[in-house]
């Protein structure tokens, strides 16, 4: 990490945190070696980037200038490491959902798991969509009658709900959302059109 870099992350954990400005926390948080987070510190107040002021208990604190924190989001760097590990996690999940459902078009093919046909539907593709948009990426191949509803209420949600609460919701939900693109997908390239995966009420039937 070099001080350009420094200064991007701790711009993104000020727009994006409550974690407060102190020397330790931001070397846990960028992973820069201690001496260099105080010289670079030093530098940006120096540039008129941070500001600085000292707390009853005689510790720095900084403050970026010209910028305000959001009004939730993680507040300290415990809460930052559950975040970075949820992620890391849901991305396995995501590989994991995408090979246990994947359609094998052709199983002596090492690419033809992956590759959508001419009028199918990526497995990776929705599956992906489907775990950082969640249920929105369901639009790719799910059904409208299901898709739109859910996509509907994530969009609530967002509105709702404050930062600190969503992110390790959809922390939770991410791998779950992609499972169900993934099924979308293959239900899709089976059948030739979007499928439900609810039970078709008596009107419909």
Do not use: C
Not at 31 to 58: F, H, N, S
Not at 131 to 147: C, D, N, Q, T, V
Not at 153 to 164: A, E, W
């Amino acid at each position: 990490m070099n001080q350009e870099s420094f200064e991007a992350k701790i711009l993104q954990l000020w727009m994006t945190t409550r974690v407060p400005f102190t020397r330790a926390n931001l070397q846990f948080a960028t992973g820069a070696p201690r001496k260099k987070v105080e010289i670079w510190l030093k530098q940006l107040v120096i540039d008129g980037v941070l500001d600085a002021d000292v707390d009853d208990a005689g510790e720095m604190i900084y403050a970026v200038r010209g910028a305000n924190r959001p009004r939730a989001g993680a507040e300290s760097p415990a809460e930052l490491d559950k975040l970075a590990r949820l992620s890391r996690e849901a991305q396995s999940a995501v590989g994991a959902a995408a090979s246990a459902l994947v359609l094998r078009r052709d199983p002596g093919s090492a690419g033809g798991a992956l590759a959508a046909g001419k009028g199918e539907k990526s497995l990776v593709a929705s599956g992906l969509l489907s775990f950082f948009f969640g249920p929105i990426g369901w639009l790719y191949a799910g059904h409208w009658k299901e898709a739109l509803p859910a996509a509907g209420v994530l969009i609530l949600l967002k509105y709702i709900l404050p930062s600190f609460l969503l992110l390790p919701l959809l922390g939770v939900v991410g791998p779950v959302s992609a499972g169900v693109g993934v099924l979308y997908a293959w239900m899709y390239n089976r059948k030739g059109e979007r499928q439900k995966l609810l039970p078709a009420s008596p009107e419909e039937k």
